[in-house]
Structure formats: structure tokens, C-alpha cells
């Protein structure tokens, strides 16, 4: 039975099986900048994320702060 709500991870779109996303820490942070997200919640980022950061465990940091995956691809200038 697939994950629906507020518990589905915002970062996965697809229903395919999908490995395990981490990325460094540090890649993140500027992935963040390029997307121009607020130095502020890169800050937050930096302060409350593991490294490296986990697709599962760390997904609902950007549902917090507004944002998604496919924004964060849009505001890089690419597409979902």
C-alpha cells in the first residue's frame, strides 16, 4: 500500500522503487545557494541536518521551510 498524507517523502515523485539518496552535507548547502534559498535557512539546514543528508530521514526539512524537490530543480533552471 503506497505512503499518502503528510508522511509521504517530498522528495520522491515516482511510485518506482528508488535507491537510497544521500548527499553530503556540504553538496547540499550549495545546491540550496544555487537555488537561492535565503541564507538563513541554509544556516538552519547546516545546524539541523546530518551528514550526509538522507532523502527519507531529512525530506520533511524542505516541506518545512516551503520547499520541494522539483522547485529547488525549477529555481536551478532545469526541469522535473
Known sequence: ????????????????????????????????????????IVKLADERLHDPVDQKRDGIFLLTHGLDRDQLISRMGGSP
Open 1 to 40: 500500500m503506497p505512503v499518502t498524507g503528510s508522511s509521504k517523502n517530498v522528495l520522491e515523485k515516482s511510485s518506482q522503487p528508488q535507491a537510497e539518496a544521500k548527499l553530503p552535507k556540504k553538496e547540499f548547502l550549495h545546491v540550496l545557494r544555487r537555488a537561492g534559498i535565503s541564507e538563513e
